[in-house]
């Protein structure tokens, strides 16, 4: 699946010109870093500005190890039309820490939305912050109750996902994630040349924002509807050209 990240509610009108080929709106803010939460009625205003069939995701934040206070911020973007619900783990230094804010989020969100989609979301550069090991995190999302487990990058200063977590620890972490019954979700200034890897490991989510965006700038780029549909094309051929080679193999 393709998610894709704009930074507002005209950049989500742009998201919805190229619904076609992108499976989930993410919901956030950079400015309060890279899983910054957004406001409520920015949410509900994109959550109104795309197709109906579109899932829209919202980011809790780069969350402190405050559990009661990211449960509410949780419960918070779910009533406000969220139904994948990413909670980034900034704050939490043990994995205990970590299934303790996740637990609280899996049950404020069910408790209203049992069918929502609840994502723990850690760092591929969390060396750099002091936050939870990469690889801890299918089990804190397996031990949580949460649906799924995300990496991405903390610190956006131009470095990448593979810059901190290579391809084979990247497949470590989906092979995780599959083992506990979990989607596995990558993110992290990816790029086309990523998906041939990121295909090959099994990733099921992967989200993006500069790749698809004017010149390949983030932050003063704006997302563009024919930079979405190129980037799905080639998530498809991939992805086309893997399962050639697997039934090719059996």
């Not at 509410?72 to 980034?88: E, W």
């Not at 900034?90 to 209203?112: H, I, L, N």
């Not at 990448?160 to 470590?172: N, T, W, Y």
């Not at 989906?174 to 099994?202: F, N, Q, W």
């Amino acid at each position: 699946m393709l998610l894709i990240s704009p930074d507002g509610v005209e950049e989500a009108i742009d998201c919805a010109k190229a619904a076609e080929h992108l499976d989930i709106v993410d919901v956030k803010r950079p400015a309060e870093g890279s899983l910054g939460a957004n406001f409520p009625w920015v949410i509900r205003e994109i959550r109104d500005a795309v197709p109906a069939d579109k899932p829209v995701s919202a980011t809790v934040g780069d969350v402190p190890y405050k559990p009661g206070t990211v449960a509410q911020a949780a419960l918070g973007a779910v009533v406000s039309g969220a139904t994948y619900i990413k909670v980034g783990l900034y704050g939490c230094t043990t994995p205990e820490q970590a299934t303790d804010v996740m637990s609280g989020v899996v049950r404020a969100v069910k408790e209203y939305r049992p069918d929502a989609f609840v994502v723990a979301s850690g760092y591929a550069d969390a060396h750099r912050i002091g936050c939870v090991n990469p690889l801890s995190l299918p089990d804190i999302a397996r031990r949580s109750g949460s649906d799924a487990a995300m990496l991405d990058t903390a610190v956006k200063d131009g470095t990448r996902l593979f810059d901190h977590v290579p391809p084979d620890v990247c497949a470590e972490f989906v092979r995780l994630a599959h083992e506990a019954d979990l989607l596995a979700a990558l993110a992290g200034s990816v790029k086309t040349a990523d998906l041939e890897a990121l295909t090959r490991i099994g990733t099921d989510i992967v989200g993006v924002r500069g790749a698809v965006c004017e010149g390949g700038d983030r932050t003063t780029g704006r997302i563009q509807p024919h930079l979405v549909a190129a980037f799905r094309a080639e998530m498809d051929r991939h992805a086309g050209e893997q399962a050639a080679a697997v039934a090719a193999a059996s």
